[in-house]
Nanobody, 126 residues
Framework: HVQLVESGGDSVQVGGSLTLTCVVSGYDYFSTNCLGWFRQAPGKPREGVAAIDSGLSGGSTSYAGAVKGRFTISRDNHQNTLFLQMNSLNPEDSGMYYC?????????????????WGWGTQVTVS
């Protein structure tokens, strides 16, 4: 079965950086389908942070406005691994971060378009 395992979350100071990693197993479409990062703060709905399509489609990326220019999503199709480099972190970036896979080839940041999810990794910025 499909399994996604996130890691790299931590407590950091304002202005700091973190790199999140998501290792995906049991998923035959890692190299062809959309992958995304999402986050959820306490009491708030889960929101899309960044998404990336396959290299076959050009490897294009999309970002939420709040993180554009600070976060970078990337993928390693050989290692079935997804990354999220986060710079210039601020307290509003705090939350549980999840990676997810989609059946889509053209990516969105809509949670409803993603159907396999990890358990999340906690990021706290203070």
């Amino acid at each position: 079965h499909v399994q996604l395992v996130e890691s790299g979350g931590d407590s950091v100071q304002v202005g700091g950086s973190l790199t999140l990693t998501c290792v995906v197993s049991g998923y035959d479409y890692f190299s062809t389908n959309c992958l995304g990062w999402f986050r959820q703060a306490p009491g708030k709905p889960r929101e899309g942070v960044a998404a990336i399509d396959s290299g076959l489609s050009g490897g294009s990326t999309s970002y939420a406005g709040a993180v554009k220019g600070r976060f970078t999503i990337s993928r390693d199709n050989h290692q079935n691994t997804l990354f999220l480099q986060m710079n210039s972190l601020n307290p509003e970036d705090s939350g549980m971060y999840y990676c997810a896979t989609s059946d889509d080839f053209s990516c969105t940041l809509l949670t409803a378009r993603y159907n396999n999810w990890g358990w999340g990794t906690q990021v706290t910025v203070s």
